[in-house]
């Protein structure tokens, strides 16, 4: 039973964070910690005000291209991982991919998200040509989210107008990190999301929930991390076992604990862009819809071809895409009907 002091310790702790005070580890810890379903809903409201307050009412849709499945690591929890022989691997054509940014171009969707796994087949100067012409020929913002790349590469993208980068850091515990992604190091990453920084992308991080062996604590530091990169962008979603990979078998992540990361991360963070993972709605269905009103801000629908989209297995369930189970205007019906206009424009980060 949770005792009166405690409760007013987590109401007046919600609403110092509420006012942006800041929170320390202990304090992320305790709020993530949260069983009490009134303190929880408590945490929740306040993390709808925040967003309403720093991002507004607005959901900005990002259009997905997923692009090639073939990866070249073998993190542990990840269906596209090399060893795994499963799966019918696909590349686009370059002219494909373009194509398809000229149909999300056509939609309500302000900025594109070209990713894949890491395949050598696409060079960067390669991915250049196919970010070139997608900015020659829509007004779409070009988003990245295909691993980490040299210093100089990561500038050519830049340059050739790529504006935003999806680098998501996993987890920040980094013995974790190395055990789950073998021969690559956290730090290797944390460098690599500084020189998108440094070279003006917005950026983006995230991490999973529910990872074997993973505390409360990792979470926290998660958090923290996210805080201190100044993330412009934040994707935070379950651990999801995939069959044909080492860690199938073990437990999916929790819905609810993902809900709180995304309710304490935007108590914490303000002003940023963050999505209601796929990986959420492959969990719970509802918990996707459930994750607009703890923070949520941003929508992004798979564009990916009917013919590949259900090989981009990073975890099983996935292939939910707007020529499947989900029209696009289901989507907008349903965000009109929680009075949340669809945003116009790039949607970029509102910075303070
Ligand atoms: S998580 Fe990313 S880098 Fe790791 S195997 Fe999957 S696609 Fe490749």
């Given at each position: 039973m949770t005792s009166t002091s405690e409760a007013m310790d987590t109401g007046d702790l919600i609403a110092r964070a509420e006012e942006g005070l800041g929170l320390a580890r202990p304090e992320i810890v305790h709020l993530l910690s949260l069983d009490d379903p009134a303190q929880v809903e408590a945490l929740y409201q306040a993390a709808d005000r925040v967003r309403r307050r720093c991002v507004g009412d607005e959901v900005h849709l990002r259009g997905v291209i997923?692009?090639?499945?073939?990866?070249?690591n073998n993190c542990t929890?990840?269906?596209?991982?090399?060893?795994?022989?499963?799966l019918a691997r696909y590349r686009m054509e370059d002219d494909e991919i373009v194509e398809c940014a000229l149909g999300i171009a056509e939609g309500p969707c302000g900025t594109v998200v070209l990713q894949a796994g890491e395949d050598p087949a696409f060079t960067a100067e390669r991915l250049c040509g196919i970010i070139s012409a997608i900015r020659a020929r829509t007004p779409l913002a070009v988003t990245l989210s295909v691993g980490r790349w040299p210093y100089e590469d990561l500038k050519a993208f830049r340059d050739a107008g790529a504006s935003r980068y999806l680098l998501r850091?996993?987890?920040?515990?980094a013995s974790l990190y190395e055990s789950l992604c073998p021969g690559r190091r956290l730090s290797d990453r944390i460098e690599c999301i500084r020189h998108l920084k440094r070279l003006g992308f917005e950026t983006g991080m995230g991490c999973m929930v529910g990872l074997p062996g993973q505390t409360v604590e990792d979470l926290a530091s998660d958090i923290l991390l996210m805080q201190e990169m100044d993330a412009d962008m934040i994707g935070i979603g379950p651990f999801i076992p995939h069959g044909?990979?080492?860690?199938?078998?073990h437990p999916p992540g929790d819905a609810e604990m993902v809900l709180k990361m995304l309710a304490v991360t935007r108590l914490v963070t303000r002003d940023t862009n963050i999505p209601a993972t796929t990986a959420l709605g492959v969990l719970r269905a509802e918990a996707r819809k459930r994750a607009f009103s703890t923070g949520a801000n941003v929508f992004m629908p798979v564009y990916t071809p009917k013919k590949y989209a259900p090989d981009?297995?990073?975890?099983?369930?996935?292939?939910?895409s707007v020529h499947e189970d989900m029209p696009l205007q289901e989507v907008v019906d349903y965000f009109s009907s929680i009075g949340r206009p669809i945003g116009a424009g790039h949607g970029a980060r509102r910075k303070r």
């Open positions: 997923e692009f090639s499945n073939h990866c070249r929890y990840c269906g596209l991982r090399r060893d795994n022989a499963k850091h996993e987890t920040a515990n044909d990979t080492p860690l199938a078998g981009y297995q990073i975890y099983p369930g996935k292939a939910v």
